[in-house]
């Protein structure tokens, strides 16, 4: 895992602006603590920092290979990890390739020159990578099917510049942040963004699964891997059999790694299955323990309070799974004072508003973590995929002509200004984005009005709400050095999945049917049963009354860049109000977007124009 950035610019020589490149590629230092490079052509500069995963000596980046009569060069910089990367090569060197080092980044670049572009179809893996073609003079820009792996871009009329992480770009003189009204609807609900989307004027992310081409000409960009729904033929058995494969398959292809790898252990179904599988893969090769972490916060016991995404507290189903898998567990205990205390470092690692406690909580159970281990499992993209979340099962929520996963929670929009309201109209933002996304949902000819309605919930789940929680785990893993994998957002488990009836996905009359009957043999019964209980929150009293106190706060300062943006009375509704919510686990949960956003703007300098 590693970051880098990257500049084209067609209108001049870049070769005198190694300074410029130096201050762009260690703004990516966190993510690659262990070497660094950079190379520069006439039109282009790139620059890379590494976090050594496989063959440890070899793999650095920028990788060169030069190709043509003129031997032109052909440079890749590159993050993530190619999970097929041995298949991938053995075919490479049929095909007459020579390799002279181990790793998937070689492949990667062997991969482009004998296909092109086109070689991302090929790829089984969680990356984003960036390939300057000297012969073409063209960069190619692509990212995972999932957008598991992040890569931003700002185009210019020139050329392009792009990196991991919005701080690459930030970095660069030519590109000046800009923020607009508009933008505030998906600053205080980020999983109203459409794919490709940033709050920040003129800095786009490459779509999941897309491929952006800056030449000469232009840019172009176009789809190299979408759903495709199709009639699903097996029974009950043969489908849970074939999930059961695919699982075991993926967990073992991504616990391959040459330093300590660890997993995530919440005691939730997700969780313990990827942890069970991933411990008899290690005992089979005669290693072990498994290492496994979860959170947990101090006075819990007291304080938890029980929501319908929340209904139970994680910690004795923690100790319980990993009891029975026999992991090597660490409980990370935190308390208010430590969550507080890591909120900077966690906008700073999105560039963005983070998620407070919950993006704080993450990044120093994350920071414990990397103190033994480079490599960590996780178990995002379970729910969207089996059709875990409480919204998939209340037929009022399904039904509801709007994105099932904002359930009944205010929107936050709706306390803007009256007359920033009349101008942005955010009832019909909202529309108009589950509109958009509607219509891009694959459809199946003949679905009966039940599984058509189905296939719409879960592929809203599998944009919005699924893009904020795999930025949330690259942001604050990657923040450490820490390279996470995501064994269920695997492409082939998800196309198999997709086409399953929805009638064999709640086949015992409960969310998660399939994964559950996939690994009843690995886990206890009250792991099985155990509902669905998402990431924990903290519930201390203290951190709750903080919030409101800053809100009031917030309201009365003329200097906040959101003073004359929000409507005052609205807001101090909204706090005064402590009704439960389907997805929120308090009313300050749900306020938190309010004081990131103005942290935010504070910290980058941004107003609204």
Known sequence: MCGFVGWVDFSRDLRDQRDVLEVMTDTMRERGPDDRGTWLGRYVALGHRRLAVIDLEGGAQPMVAETGPRRSPVV????????????????LV??????????????????????????AELLNGMFAFAVWDGVREEMTLVRDRLGVKPLYYAPGPDGVIFASEPKGILANPGFTPALSAQALPILFNPRLALPGETPIGGMYEVKPGHVVRINRQGRHEYPYWRLTSREHTEDLDTTVRTVRELLEDIVERQLVADVPRAAMLSGGLDSSAMAALAARSLARSGEGPLVTYSVKFDGEERDFRPTTLRPERDA????????????????????AAEVAG?????????????LGQFDTSMYLMFAALRERSTVALSGEAADEVFGGYPWFH??????????????????????????LRRELRPAELEADRYATLRARVPRLPGDDRLNERMREVLFFSLHGPLSMLLDRKDRMSMAVGLEVRVPFCDHRLLEYVWNVPW????????????????VADLLPEEILMRPKSAYPAMHDPAHDNAVYGRVRALLD?????????LDRDRVLELAGGRERTMTHASTAHLLIPFLEVDAWMREYRLGVA
Not at 505 to 516: N, Q, T
Request: aromatic share 8%.
């Open 394 to 419: 209340d037929s009022g929520t399904v039904w509801r002509e709007t994105f099932p996963w904002l359930g009944d929670a205010p929107r936050l929009a709706d306390c803007l200004a009256p007359d």
């Open 503 to 518: 009638s064999m996905k709640v086949a015992d009359g409960r969310e998660k049917s399939l994964l559950r009957m996939a």
């Open 316 to 335: 004795p189903y923690a100790m319980l799974a990993a009891k029975h898998i026999g992991t090597d567990h660490v409980e990370v205990v935190l308390n």
């Open 557 to 565: 300062d003329p200097s906040s860049p959101l003073a004359g943006l």
């Open 94 to 119: 049929g095909l007459g390739h020579e390799f002279v080092t181990r790793s998937d980044t070689e492949v990667l670049l062997r991969a482009y020159l004998e296909w092109g572009a086109g070689c």
């Open 342 to 354: 890591a909120v900077r470092h966690a906008r700073n690692a999105r560039d963005l508003p983070s």
């Open 76 to 91: 890749l910089v590159y993050s993530g990890e190619v999970y097929n990367f041995r298949e991938l090569r053995a075919r």
